[in-house]
């Protein structure tokens, strides 16, 4: 499966972003889906992840109440709503997704996923 994300930018904090992660190729509703986030000399960093069908999620403490994973597998595309922007939220946002998963199955571990998208720059500034 090949996936495309887009909708990073530059926010103010305490804005909002709508990342998107379209897939192509195989079954959308046979991966878990995921994103992930990584800055300069760090390692990347579990963000949400989804169920293959959507109704199990699963997010990083710091992005709880703030992120909202979803999936639409009519359009085999994963978004990530992002609300309250703060200054550590800056990173590249990656989505991944993995197949194999039970149907509510939320794996949180960066190399259980077997394909990436290329990343999204999301900035916010203070």
């Known amino acids: 499966v090949q996936l495309q994300a887009s909708g990073g930018g530059l926010v103010q904090a305490g804005g909002s972003l709508r990342l998107s992660c379209a897939a192509s190729?195989?079954?959308?509703?046979?991966?878990?889906m995921a994103w992930f986030r990584q800055t300069p000399g760090k390692e990347r960093e579990f963000v949400a992840a989804?169920?293959?069908?959507?109704?199990?999620?699963y997010y990083t403490d710091s992005v709880k109440g703030r992120f909202t994973i979803s999936r639409d597998n009519a359009e085999r595309t994963v978004y990530l709503q992002m609300n309250s922007l703060k200054p550590e939220d800056t990173a590249v946002y990656f989505c991944a997704a993995k197949g194999g998963t039970g149907w509510g199955s939320v794996p949180t571990h960066s190399d259980e996923y077997d394909y990436w998208g290329q990343g999204t720059l999301v900035t916010v500034s203070s």
């Open positions: 190729g195989r079954t959308f509703s046979g991966y878990a």
């Open positions: 989804t169920s293959r069908s959507g109704v199990s999620t």
